[in-house]
């Protein structure tokens, strides 16, 4: 697994979780140059993105999350994060995490993803 996402949970609307998503020794190398992003998918539906940061620590996020989820990275650990409050019964997914190009392709494999469950 080149990418290892963790910290998901089952929460209660309106609370908060910080996911983490780790390079294994593999990739270590090439972690920094890259831009980094956060995905989640429910079943029956197309991976998402959430959010993204680029090697310069430029972010965007999707509509649907932005003022409540913060991506941040620390190149020092291989490890980039989502910081999720206020959370919603429609965050409820599997979070992943990747690389991606300019051209929006995804540039490792995807790993197991970590569960988010918010209820209402």
């Known amino acids: 697994v080149q990418l290892q996402a963790s910290g998901g949970g089952s929460v209660q609307a309106g609370g908060s979780l910080r996911l983490s998503c780790v390079a294994s020794?593999?990739?270590?190398?090439?972690?920094?140059?890259?831009?980094m992003a956060w995905y989640r998918q429910v079943p029956g539906k197309e991976r998402e993105l959430v959010a993204g940061?680029?090697?310069?620590?430029?972010?965007n996020y999707a509509d649907s999350v932005k003022g409540r989820f913060t991506i941040s990275r620390d190149n020092s650990r291989k490890t980039v994060y989502l910081r999720m409050n206020d959370l919603k019964p429609e965050d409820t997914a599997v979070y992943y995490c990747?690389?991606?190009?300019?051209?929006?392709?995804?540039?490792?494999?995807w790993g197991p993803g970590t569960q988010v469950t918010v209820s209402s």
């Open positions: 990747n690389a991606y190009r300019a051209d929006g392709s995804y540039v490792w494999n």
């Open positions: 020794r593999s990739i270590f190398s090439v972690f920094a140059p890259n831009h």
């Open positions: 940061i680029t090697s310069g620590s430029i972010t």
